[in-house]
C-alpha cells in the first residue's frame, strides 16, 4: 500500500512538473484595495493544492480528535454504569436478604457517583421510612420527585410516606396526580377509596367505585365491586338519615332495593325513614311484607321489637304461627316464637314450644338458658339445674344472636356492615351463639 502511494505521488510530481513546463506565463491576481499581484500560473495551482490539503488536513484531525474524544468518553461513561450497576446490585441482595444498614453503603455510593439516581433515591427513601425515618425518607423521595415528576413510583412512594405520617390530605393529592397521568391505574383508584372510606365521604366514593367497576375485569371480581358499590349506597343513605335528610335517605334505600330485592340492610334503613316520618302502621305492614319476600330472621327480629313497642304482640304471634304453618320444620322460627312467649311471660307457651324444639336436636346454649329458668318459674329446681349445666358444657356465650356470614364475626348487635370484615349485608341472626367463652 505504501509502495503504491509512493508511485502514485511520484507520478504527480511528474504530471505537475510537465505542466509548469507547458504553462510559463504569468498570470495578474487582484486582492481588496487596490492590490494586484503577478504570479505564475504554476505556483497559484501549487498554492491551491497546499491549501486543500492543508484544509483536508484539519477536518480530518478534527473529526478524528472527536472521535476520540467521544470514544474516551462513552468508555468512561461505560465503567461508571457498570460500576453503578454493580453497586445497585449489591444494594439489592442486601436488601432481599433483610440486611438494611448492607445495602445503605452502596447506595450512597451511586448517589456520590451519580446524584440524581432514581432508584437509588427511591431504596434510600424506603429505608428510612421502615426505619420511621419519615423525614428523612421525605427527602429522598422528594429529591426523586426532582428528577421524575411524572414517575409512578415515585408518587406512590410519596403517597405511602403521607399514609404513615397520617397526612391524608397530602396523600390524596399525590393519589390524584397518579390518576393524572394514568386515569385508569387500579391501585390508585383503590387507595382513594380507602382514604375516602376513611374520611366518610360516601358520595364520593360511589363515583369513584363506578370507576372501579368499570375496570374490574373477571365476573368475581365485577361482583365483589358491585357489592362495595350497594354497601357505599347504603352508607351514604345512612349519613343522609343521620343528618336529618330523610328524602335524600328514602331515595338512596329504595334505589339500592330495586338494585338488589336482598340488601337486608336497605330495608331497615326504609323502615327507619317510615319510623322517622309517623308512619308506624305503615312501616308494620312493610316489614311484613319484606320479611315475607325475604324470610329474613333479621327483618322479623326488627319487627319483633316495633309490634312489641306499639303493644301490639298477638299481631306477631299470629305471624310466627302463620309462618310456622307454611314451614313447620323451621326450628328456628319456632325458637324465635318461644323467645317471645318467653318475653311476654307466657310460661306455658314458651315452654311447649321449647320443649318442642330441645327434642328436634337442636342445641343452643341460650335454647338450655333459657329452657332453665323456665324451670325455675315451675319449681322444677333440679331439672333447671341440668338445663343451666347443659349451657355451660358448651362452652359458649349467652346472647350473641348475630354473625357475619363471611368471617363469623359475633356481636350482640346488628350491623349493616361486619366491623370485622367490612362487607355488607352478611349479618344473620344466630340462635347458636358459637363464640367461645
Not at 393529592?173 to 393524572?180: A, F, P, Q, V
Not at 314450644?353 to 338458658?369: I, K, N, R
Request: proline share 3%; charged share 30%.
Amino acid at each position: 500500500m505504501g509502495k503504491i502511494a509512493i508511485f502514485i505521488f511520484i507520478l504527480f510530481l511528474a504530471g505537475l512538473g510537465a505542466f509548469a513546463y507547458v504553462n510559463q506565463e504569468i498570470t495578474t491576481i487582484k486582492i481588496p484595495f487596490d492590490n494586484t499581484y503577478e504570479t505564475p500560473k504554476i505556483a497559484l495551482i501549487l498554492f491551491s493544492c497546499v491549501a486543500g490539503a492543508l484544509a483536508m488536513l484539519i477536518t480530518f484531525t478534527i473529526r478524528d480528535t472527536k472521535r476520540f474524544i467521544d470514544n474516551w468518553q462513552y468508555q468512561r461513561r461505560q465503567k461508571k454504569e457498570a460500576k453503578i450497576q454493580e453497586l445497585y446490585s449489591n444494594a439489592l441482595n442486601a436488601l432481599l436478604a433483610h440486611d438494611e444498614d448492607e445495602a445503605k453503603k452502596p447506595l450512597e455510593s451511586i448517589l456520590i457517583e451519580e446524584p440524581k439516581h432514581l432508584n437509588a433515591l427511591l431504596r434510600l427513601g424506603d429505608i428510612a421510612a421502615a426505619e420511621e425515618g419519615y423525614q428523612k425518607a421525605a427527602d429522598f423521595y422528594n429529591k426523586a420527585f426532582s428528577v421524575n415528576p411524572e414517575n409512578l413510583e415515585v408518587l406512590f412512594s410519596l403517597e405511602s410516606l403521607m399514609e404513615k405520617t397520617g397526612r391524608w390530605a397530602d396523600a390524596l393529592n399525590y393519589i390524584e396526580k397518579i390518576l393524572d397521568i394514568d386515569t385508569d391505574n387500579l391501585s390508585a383508584l383503590y387507595k382513594k377509596r380507602a382514604i375516602l372510606e376513611r374520611d366518610e365521604k360516601w358520595d364520593e366514593l360511589i363515583d369513584v367505585q363506578k370507576t372501579i367497576l368499570k375496570h374490574e375485569h373477571t365476573e368475581k371480581d365485577r361482583q365483589r365491586e358491585q357489592t362495595n358499590l350497594l354497601g357505599y349506597k347504603y352508607e351514604y343513605g345512612r349519613h343522609s338519615l343521620e343528618h336529618g335528610e330523610i328524602e335524600k335517605a328514602k331515595k338512596t334505600f329504595r334505589t339500592l332495593l330495586k338494585l338488589n330485592g336482598d340488601f337486608i340492610p336497605a330495608y331497615l334503613g326504609l323502615a327507619e325513614v317510615m319510623l322517622r316520618e309517623g308512619e308506624s302502621e305503615d312501616t308494620v305492614d312493610f316489614l311484613e311484607k319484606s320479611y315475607e319476600q325475604t324470610s329474613s330472621m333479621i327483618i322479623l327480629a326488627r319487627l319483633e321489637d316495633l309490634l312489641i313497642s306499639l303493644g301490639e304482640p298477638s299481631r306477631l304471634i299470629r305471624l310466627y304461627e302463620n309462618s310456622l304453618a307454611k314451614k313447620p320444620q323451621n326450628h328456628t322460627l319456632r325458637f324465635l316464637l318461644g323467645k317471645l312467649y318467653y318475653r311476654l311471660e307466657m310460661i306455658d307457651d314458651a315452654f311447649e314450644t321449647f320443649t318442642y324444639v330441645d327434642a328436634s336436636g337442636m342445641a343452643s346454649p341460650e335454647l338450655y338458658q333459657i329452657m332453665g329458668d323456665l324451670y325455675l318459674k315451675r319449681d322444677q329446681c333440679d331439672r333447671a339445674v341440668t338445663e343451666f349445666k347443659k349451657a355451660v358444657d358448651m362452652k359458649m356465650a349467652f346472647r350473641l344472636p348475630y354473625w357475619c356470614s363471611t368471617c363469623g364475626y359475633h356481636s350482640q348487635e346488628w350491623s349493616g356492615r361486619c366491623p370485622s370484615c367490612n362487607t355488607w349485608n352478611t349479618s344473620t341472626f344466630n340462635i347458636h351463639g358459637t363464640c367461645k367463652i
